[in-house]
T-cell receptor
Framework: NAGVTQTPKFQVLKTGQSMTLQCAQDMNHNSMYWYRQDPGMGLRLIYYSASEGTTDKGEVPNGYNVSRLNKREFSLRLESAAPSQTSVYFC???????????FGNGTRLTVT | EDQVTQSPEALRLQEGESSSLNCSYTVSGLRGLFWYRQDPGKGPEFLFTLYSAGEEKEKERLKATLTKKESFLHITAPKPEDSATYLCAVPTPFGNEKLTFGTGTRLTIIP
């Protein structure tokens, strides 16, 4: 099993460009999450999907949109990238409440 | 207000030198505390879940303990391969779906 797979691994964007980060899990988990990780800030929740068909805002949702395409896939879209969105983005999933998160290996995004 | 604080930010130990990492939290009615290990360029990897004060979990050279206000990750006779950043996380008061992470302790074990 691959676990949680994120694509791409690296990306450089110019300010104002758009892109979609892809995430897929093969563990039949109900819940999926998008976090960003910045030095000194820890992991911060952007959006999450508690189950297929639902999405909710996390701590830092501004400038992002998400789509829970099906049970396996949860994508994160930047409509108009800004330098403040330079970060490492992690997708995670888990079976349900109180169970541990399983993380992908991240997408390293630089916005110039 | 920070809900999860980890200390120290960084720790350098000689191989075989035991120590402890701390995770203190201010969330009331704790519904679980999670420990993760993160290697450079990788996503966090789950280590332990603790649910109640007094609970302990062990895995190889690591032992996690929990009190009502903090958790410790004890590392006994560490090896260089234990070098990593260790993160703790707790569910927020706003719902179990959201986890708040600490900023981590970067552990370096010197051969």
């Amino acid at each position: 099993n691959a676990g949680v797979t994120q694509t791409p691994k690296f990306q450089v964007l110019k300010t104002g460009q758009s892109m979609t980060l892809q995430c897929a899990q093969d563990m039949n988990h109900n819940s999926m999450y998008w976090y960003r990780q910045d030095p000194g800030m820890g992991l911060r929740l952007i959006y999450y999907s508690a189950s297929e068909g639902t999405t909710d805002k996390g701590e830092v949702p501004n400038g992002y949109n998400v789509s829970r395409l099906n049970k396996r896939e949860f994508s994160l879209r930047l409509e108009s990238a800004a330098p403040s969105q330079t970060s490492v983005y992690f997708c995670a999933s888990r079976p349900g409440l109180n169970s541990p998160l399983h993380f992908g290996n991240g997408t390293r995004l630089t916005v110039t | 207000e920070d809900q999860v604080t980890q200390s120290p930010e960084a720790l350098r130990l000689q191989e075989g030198e035991s120590s402890s990492l701390n995770c203190s939290y201010t969330v009331s009615g704790l519904r679980g505390l999670f420990w993760y290990r993160q290697d450079p360029g990788k996503g966090p990897e789950f280590l332990f879940t603790l649910y109640s004060a007094g609970e302990e979990k062990e895995k190889e050279r690591l032992k996690a303990t929990l009190t009502k206000k903090e958790s410790f990750l004890h590392i006994t006779a560490p090896k260089p391969e234990d070098s990593a950043t260790y993160l703790c996380a707790v569910p927020t008061p706003f719902g179990n779906e959201k986890l708040t992470f600490g900023t981590g302790t970067r552990l370096t074990i010197i051969p």
